[in-house]
């Protein structure tokens, strides 16, 4: 099945995890999550379509958070691009330094399990790791058509800006739509 997938890591947990207790990081990690109630509560107080209809799946594990939409609805859609960009926020606000991609791509769920497998995924954790510099590239490109129209709609144009993403490979700028 095709969806969504946004794929984001925390830089340098592993030494905050060392520097900190682990109360104050589950607690800095927990915070961050509730982005994600929040963000199905904001989008239905700013006039979004309903996000809290078909909310994004959201899998996480020490410092790697997945997020893949449920199908192609606009209600799905909305509500995965609205919380993977408040989620990236909130880890922000939390001073958790994140770098990630935001694709789409073939991913699906091994039947009654929440593992997902599939080369949306990959493709979003190869984009991530390929970035020299802490923030969250949108991969239209990879995207349908419409799903570029998207980003300009009124609601969603404030969480997105175009910049010159500094790459791993050459030093080279890619420019690219990016969370804001």
């Keep these: 099945m095709q969806r969504y997938i946004t794929f984001l890591d925390i830089l340098g947990f592993a030494a905050m995890v060392e520097s900190k207790s682990l109360a104050e990081m589950i607690n800095r990690v927990r915070v961050a999550r509730q982005s994600i109630q929040l963000a199905q509560w904001g989008g239905v ?3 979004l379509p309903s996000l809290n209809e078909k909310p994004p ?3 996480s594990f020490s410092d790697t958070f997945v997020l893949a939409s449920r199908d192609l609805s606009e209600a799905a859609v909305a509500s995965f691009i609205v919380t993977s960009a408040l989620l990236t926020q909130y880890l922000f606000a939390q001073t958790l330094p994140v770098r990630g991609a935001m694709t789409f ?3 699906d769920f091994i039947p009654g399990s929440d593992h997902m497998v599939g080369k949306g995924i990959i493709k979003a954790a190869t984009l991530e790791k390929n970035q020299q510099w802490l923030g969250v590239v949108v991969d239209v490109p ?4 419409a799903a570029a129209l998207i980003f300009e709609l009124p609601g969603f144009a404030p969480l997105f800006v175009r910049w010159n993403v500094p790459m791993k490979k ?3 700028l890619r420019e690219a739509m990016v969370v804001n």
Aim: glycine share 24%.
């Design 45 to 47: 107080q700013n006039g």
């Design 57 to 59: 799946h959201v899998f």
């Design 105 to 107: 791509g073939e991913a």
């Design 142 to 145: 990879s995207m349908p058509p």
């Design 170 to 172: 050459g030093g080279e």
